[in-house]
């Protein structure tokens, strides 16, 4: 059988590669997203990876996650944030089906990373699931049965939203707000600083690296408990590049969600780390295409 093009669409990099039936990448690329120019350029980006494949053999679909707000049965976007302009109104289902006659789904990249924990890794087999992705903000998922539970709007766990006492959960608790957090009162320019650097200086005894990630964690369980207590979920996921440091972190947010519960919820709430890191949009997209033609 043909292969599907996987394609997964961030703010800062765009990954992209071949995946076969049974859902085994064959390969995987990468490249900058370019994000600054624009909806446009994203989508003649995606085209020419399309048409890159299409030149070496034919093609059983495109499966593509991305940033920003997805209506998954139109196939376009119909809300991102200020740093990809433009994006808001891009067809990518109708673009790329009309240019190369080959199926084309495309579904929100947080979204993705969930189908990929449920259908494959941490989540596999919980019948309610929750995973976030802390990056440059925070992302949520609600899997139900398998299924991404899309709300009435497709704005379903918009959780980064969430109102806290200082403000929203992704103000407060992403790697973004982390980094200017240790930016700040070290007094330097926010360029300087990323998790990776934070958390070497942190185990080097770095008072302040170490503060921010306190701050950080203490923010993650607050904003985690706001969720448990909606949808009682059976686990939590929690993916994005700075999970990396699942040693560091895992304890100490598992530790601060449970202070933040009553017992009964404490007691059977499950935190894992997410699976599939680098490669989950890429395999959510995926099983969303698979499930939206029900195979």
Same mark, same amino acid.
């Given at each position: 059988?043909?292969?599907?093009?996987?394609?997964?669409?961030?703010?800062? *990099?765009?990954? /992209?590669?071949?995946?076969?039936?049974?859902?085994?990448?064959?390969? +995987?690329?990468? %490249?900058?997203? =370019?994000?600054?120019?624009?909806?446009?350029?994203?989508?003649? $980006?995606?085209? =020419?990876?399309?048409?890159?494949?299409?030149?070496?053999?034919?093609?059983?679909?495109?499966? &593509?996650?991305?940033?920003?707000?997805?209506?998954?049965?139109?196939?376009?976007?119909?809300?991102?944030?200020?740093?990809?302009?433009?994006?808001?109104? $891009?067809?990518?289902?109708?673009?790329?089906?009309?240019?190369?006659?080959?199926?084309?789904?495309? =579904?929100?990249?947080?979204?993705?990373?969930?189908?990929? @924990?449920?259908?494959?890794?941490?989540?596999?087999? *919980?019948?309610?699931?929750?995973?976030? +992705? &802390?990056?440059?903000?925070?992302?949520?998922?609600?899997?139900?049965?398998?299924?991404?539970?899309?709300?009435?709007?497709?704005?379903?766990?918009?959780?980064? /939203?969430?109102?806290?006492?200082?403000?929203?959960?992704?103000?407060? #608790?992403?790697? +973004?707000?982390?980094?200017?957090?240790?930016? =700040?009162?070290?007094?330097?320019?926010?360029?300087?600083?990323?998790?990776?650097?934070?958390?070497?200086?942190? +185990?080097?005894?770095?008072?302040?690296?170490? #503060?921010?990630?306190?701050? %950080?964690?203490?923010?993650?369980?607050?904003?985690?408990?706001?969720?448990? /207590?909606?949808?009682?979920?059976?686990?939590?996921?929690?993916?994005?590049?700075?999970?990396?440091?699942?040693?560091?972190?895992?304890?100490?947010? /598992?530790?601060?969600?449970?202070? @933040?519960?009553?017992?009964?919820?404490?007691?059977? &709430?499950?935190? @894992?780390?997410?699976?599939?890191?680098?490669? #989950?949009? %890429?395999?959510?997209?995926?099983?969303?295409?698979?499930?939206?033609?029900?195979?």
């Amino acid at each position: 059988m043909n292969p599907y093009v996987v394609i997964d669409i961030g703010g800062t *990099s765009i990954k /992209y590669g071949l995946a076969d039936a049974k859902g085994q990448l064959l390969e +995987t690329h990468e %490249m900058p997203t =370019e994000a600054q120019k624009g909806g446009p350029h994203i989508l003649n $980006t995606t085209k =020419e990876i399309v048409a890159r494949y299409l030149k070496k053999h034919p093609l059983a679909g495109v499966a &593509i996650s991305s940033a920003g707000m997805v209506d998954p049965d139109k196939g376009e976007i119909f809300y991102a944030g200020p740093q990809i302009p433009n994006y808001a109104g $891009t067809q990518f289902k109708k673009e790329i089906e009309e240019t190369f006659q080959i199926p084309c789904e495309i =579904e929100n990249d947080v979204n993705c990373a969930g189908l990929a @924990e449920v259908t494959t890794g941490h989540a596999k087999g *919980s019948n309610n699931a929750v995973c976030l +992705t &802390i990056g440059t903000g925070i992302g949520g998922c609600l899997l139900l049965d398998g299924q991404v539970f899309h709300g009435f709007s497709n704005s379903a766990c918009e959780v980064g /939203y969430l109102h806290l006492p200082d403000g929203a959960f992704q103000d407060l #608790a992403s790697t +973004t707000a982390l980094v200017e957090y240790v930016a =700040e009162h070290h007094g330097d320019p926010v360029e300087q600083w990323n998790g990776r650097r934070i958390f070497k200086r942190a +185990t080097e005894g770095d008072k302040i690296c170490m #503060a921010g990630i306190d701050r %950080m964690v203490a923010y993650l369980g607050k904003g985690l408990a706001n969720i448990v /207590y909606v949808v009682n979920p059976e686990v939590i996921v929690l993916g994005g590049g700075i999970m990396a440091q699942e040693a560091i972190l895992k304890p100490k947010i /598992y530790q601060t969600l449970c202070a @933040e519960l009553v017992p009964s919820l404490a007691d059977k &709430i499950r935190l @894992e780390f997410a699976h599939h890191q680098n490669a #989950a949009g %890429m395999l959510g997209a995926y099983y969303h295409f698979r499930q939206k033609h029900g195979t």
